[in-house]
């Protein structure tokens, strides 16, 4: 079952071409895992694929129940270069606006359970009352990653996750994939694809074009080529 569809996207910065005719889908209970080179064109992908940039041509469609949608609820965690750590938000707030739902709603009862559990999930408890510019990156990046998972979305788009993290969360991470991976949709760019192509079911490389590795045997430098 299609959640996203992206057709024959071509993103261009002037007149270079960053995306060349890119067609993908997305499939409900895909993990799917996006490598490749250095300025290849993977967040600039993500960012398609959550409408925070127009392709120059093509277009990207949401779905649910294979029927087009103009929504779908997407958890987004940024690298966290693109975060502006300036802003005066504390940890509780930057994570309990991945709830927000609309500007007047009433948090339920139901979102408080919600966000008690991601925030135990994700070690953040300690520092809620903290403003986002006095952590460390490892904080930040948990921080980061409550407030994806906290709306509980039908697709998780992870870019660079494993970025500044220590090991310890580094298999936090991992653990906490895999446990993601039985309910929800997982879209995740990363460098470090070690670990991470064990779990994935579909294998992206993406540079200007993309390609799709299918076998489970290989190893991405045995398909990159």
């Known amino acids: 079952m299609k959640l996203i569809g992206i057709d024959d996207i071509t993103v261009r910065f002037d007149h270079k071409i960053i995306l060349d005719h890119v067609s993908l889908s997305v499939d409900k209970g895909d993990f799917m895992a996006i490598t490749g080179p250095n300025g290849g064109g993977k967040t600039t992908l993500l960012r398609v694929m959550l409408r925070l940039l127009r392709p120059s041509s093509g277009e990207v469609c949401y779905y649910h129940d294979g029927n087009v949608?103009?929504?779908?609820?997407?958890?987004?965690?940024?690298?966290?270069s693109n975060i502006d750590t300036r802003f005066p938000?504390?940890?509780?707030e930057a994570i309990k606006s991945g709830q927000i739902k609309g500007f007047f709603s009433r948090r339920s009862q139901q979102d408080e359970e919600e966000f008690e559990r991601i925030v135990e999930l994700c070690g953040v408890g300690g520092y809620l009352d903290r403003t986002v510019g006095m952590l460390s990156g490892g904080q930040l990046q948990r921080t980061l990653l409550a407030r994806a998972l906290v709306s509980n979305p039908e697709v998780i788009v992870l870019d660079e996750p494993l970025s500044y993290v220590d090991k310890t969360f580094?298999?936090?991470?991992?653990?906490?994939?895999?446990?993601?991976?039985?309910?929800?949709?997982?879209?995740?760019v990363s460098h470090e694809m070690s670990v991470i192509s064990g779990m994935a079911n579909r294998h992206i490389i993406v540079?200007?074009?993309i390609h799709e590795c299918h076998s489970h045997h290989h190893s991405f430098t045995e398909c990159d080529d």
């Open 69 to 80: 949608t103009k929504r779908l609820k997407i958890g987004y965690l940024p690298q966290k």
């Open 207 to 209: 540079d200007r074009g």
């Open 170 to 188: 580094e298999r936090q991470i991992y653990s906490m994939m895999e446990d993601l991976a039985k309910e929800h949709t997982i879209v995740l």
């Open 89 to 92: 938000i504390t940890v509780g």
